[in-house]
């Protein structure tokens, strides 16, 4: 997980202090791998996305694989009722997002996209600021 993964990691638990990282979906050198889990808390690490989408403790799961995989993840995280957070772009083609798309309405999980700084603290207070009671909101800061 490249420093950007750390980061949407650190706003996430910020953000959402009950939620708690679980599972690591891919296998790292072990120091890298201990230091990790030491830092962001976690029960175990797997290349097997499989098996993060069939663990009964985990309710969502962040993607952010890169856009060629990420449909085939999200269809498979929407299929096992796991909330998804996405990091865009979503897909490659306009077919595979809607194939994404039909997987996430059809089982009902929540679906966020991450953009660029949407989590982080700044952003938060200047999107107060800006729209204080929004129905709904897209923000990007960069």
Known sequence: MRRYGKH???LIQNTFPAWK???LPR???KIKLKKFLSDFG???ATEDAGKIFA???IDGVLIQTGERHHPALGIAAAKAGKHIFMEK???VTVEEALELEKAVRKSGVKYIIGLCYRLAPRSKI???KLLPDPWIYLWTMQ
């Open 42 to 44: 976690g029960e175990y």
């Open 8 to 10: 949407c990691i650190y």
């Open 21 to 23: 990282f679980v599972a």
């Open 126 to 128: 200047e999107r107060k």
């Open 89 to 91: 772009p979503i897909a």
């Open 55 to 57: 663990d009964n403790s």
């Open 27 to 29: 296998m790292w050198q």
